[in-house]
């Protein structure tokens, strides 16, 4: 088990200082990145910012280890490959958005007519640990609340509706706490793993998990991972190549969708551990949510617009569109 005290802080003392877009278009050339026009890289600096930029260059650098790129390597090169983990985060997105909705749904369907009517989440029975369940009530609270304190909204002309919570609120007094199809609504990806991880009964998080074609332990680890994803995904990090900390474990049954050659992640430490058991994981929970969905077709779209992109990097094997559990929606 890891060791959870806190590491030791560095002792160096930062003193680097800020430079301009000038100067950091001139560093990129010292370090022989071609930079053929001057004036578009600094319109990228200034609008992008060399710290976010800046990891895109790094899968040119040379092998000697003292920030130098290759010679062939150029600005283009580094914004092509900005431009694509832009475009795989947007694209990831769309998958997590609607495996997230498919869980506040799948959740509060099971929960409501099985638990107790709309306000189930109310009777702390329900769940394992009383203080997060405490914690559960306090963040709706606060949402409730929040709505309270800003304006009423309008309903000018019958083009702006009043959200679901602000009638709620504003109608009803009893229960404090909006039912269980609102109560979902207030919690970000991170609190729905975390309140479904503290249901009492396991049957509760095995019959949510059946409803995207999972099973309990697979719903719980592939939450975890979405949560990591999402969060960078948000804050617009970097994904293509990320070390994303926590994985995606790998089914077990024939009865999960995955990949018909599942040794290619099983049987690989590496790639294992990037990108791809996650973009895999998405598609096996679409082909449950949304089978009908084009997400693997755009996603094979954005690889083929993106050639020069290392799929290694992401542990995405060059041959992945021949396995079934892909090529049934690209051909």
């Known amino acids: 088990m890891r060791d959870h005290r806190p590491r030791a802080r560095g002792?160096?003392?930062?003193?680097?200082?800020?430079?301009?877009?000038?100067?950091?278009?001139?560093?990129?050339?010292?370090?022989?990145?071609?930079?053929?026009?001057?004036?578009?890289?600094?319109?990228?600096?200034?609008?992008?910012?060399?710290?976010?930029?800046?990891?895109?260059?790094?899968?040119?650098?040379s092998e000697r280890g003292d920030h130098q790129v290759r010679p062939t390597a150029s600005f283009d090169d580094v914004l092509d490959l900005y431009v694509f983990d832009r475009a795989l985060r947007l694209l990831v997105m769309d998958a997590l958005e609607r495996v997230e909705v498919g869980i506040r749904s799948a959740l509060t369907d099971h929960m409501s007519l099985n638990k107790g009517g709309p306000h189930w989440f109310l009777d702390a029975a329900h769940f394992r640990r009383r203080d997060r369940h405490s914690g559960l009530l306090e963040i709706v609270r606060k949402s409730c609340s929040d709505?309270?304190?800003?304006?009423?909204?309008?309903?000018?002309?019958?083009?702006?509706?009043?959200?679901?919570?602000?009638?709620?609120?504003?109608t009803y007094g009893t229960p404090e706490l909006p039912p269980s199809w609102l109560?979902?609504?207030?919690?970000?990806?991170?609190?729905?793993?975390?309140?479904?991880?503290?249901?009492?009964?396991?049957?509760?998080?095995?019959?949510?998990?059946?409803?995207?074609?999972?099973n309990e332990p697979l719903l719980m680890s592939w939450l975890r991972s979405y949560v990591r994803i999402r969060n960078i995904c948000a804050h617009h990090g970097r994904l293509?190549?990320?070390?994303?900390?926590?994985?995606?474990?790998?089914?077990?049954?024939?009865?999960?969708?995955?990949?018909?050659?599942?040794?290619?992640?099983?049987?690989?430490?590496?790639?294992?551990?990037?990108?791809?058991?996650?973009?895999?994981?998405?598609?096996?929970?679409?082909?449950?949510?949304?089978?009908?969905?084009?997400?693997?077709?755009?996603?094979?779209?954005?690889?083929?617009?993106?050639?020069?992109?290392?799929?290694?990097?992401?542990?995405i094997p060059a041959d992945w569109r021949s396995d079934d559990f892909w090529s049934r929606h690209l051909f």
């Open 11 to 61: 002792t160096k003392i930062y003193s680097k200082p800020p430079l301009s877009h000038q100067a950091l278009n001139k560093r990129m050339a010292e370090r022989g990145l071609q930079v053929p026009d001057a004036a578009k890289a600094e319109r990228y600096l200034r609008h992008i910012g060399y710290y976010r930029l800046s990891p895109y260059i790094i899968p040119f650098h």
């Open 240 to 315: 293509w190549n990320a070390g994303l900390g926590v994985y995606p474990a790998l089914p077990s049954s024939p009865a999960i969708s995955w990949l018909h050659r599942p040794e290619v992640i099983a049987d690989s430490p590496m790639r294992a551990k990037r990108l791809y058991p996650v973009l895999v994981s998405l598609q096996a929970v679409l082909d449950t949510l949304s089978p009908n969905s084009s997400w693997a077709v755009r996603l094979s779209e954005l690889l083929t617009d993106h050639p020069n992109v290392p799929l290694h990097a992401m542990g």
């Open 183 to 214: 109560m979902v609504e207030s919690l970000t990806l991170g609190q729905l793993r975390s309140l479904i991880s503290n249901l009492a009964d396991r049957s509760d998080r095995t019959a949510i998990a059946r409803s995207l074609g999972l």
């Open 147 to 170: 709505q309270l304190d800003r304006d009423a909204e309008s309903n000018l002309e019958g083009l702006v509706h009043r959200s679901a919570l602000e009638h709620y609120l504003t």
